[in-house]
Nanobody
Framework: QVQLVESGGGLVQAGGSLRLSCSSS????????MGWYRQAPGSQRELVAF?????IYGEAVKGRFTISRDNAKNTVALQMNNVKPEDTGVYYC??????????????WGQGTRVTVSS
């Protein structure tokens, strides 16, 4: 099992910046991928960015958000610059790990809320 805890959400004005952090505990040695997803009110959860063998960004955040991962500490951060009102939502930390039979296991944090005011 892997436990994920996010921090850093809050209220920010459009054009501003915010940094989210996610720490992990438990069987962290099995983690292959860490990333961020978000869910806006009334919308489905969508990819923000993930870091595994490569780094992938969702189209909506390319050029504005940067994901960084510390493999030694098993943490992942999301630097959000030039935020827009449409970035408002709950941001979830995600980790994909290998189980005892090499199956992929997915874990989620509880989420941190980001609100961007116009």
């Amino acid at each position: 099992q892997v436990q994920l805890v996010e921090s850093g959400g809050g209220l920010v004005q459009a054009g501003g910046s915010l940094r989210l952090s996610c720490s992990s505990s438990g069987n962290t040695g099995s983690i292959n991928v860490m990333g961020w997803y978000r869910q806006a009110p009334g919308s489905q959860r969508e990819l923000v960015a993930f870091s595994g063998g490569k780094v992938i960004y969702g189209e909506a955040v390319k050029g504005r958000f940067t994901i960084s991962r510390d493999n030694a500490k098993n943490t992942v951060a999301l630097q959000m610059n030039n935020v827009k009102p449409e970035d408002t939502g709950v941001y979830y930390c995600n980790a994909v790990a290998l189980g005892p039979r090499l199956e992929e296991l997915e874990f989620w944090g509880q989420g941190t809320r980001v609100t961007v005011s116009s």
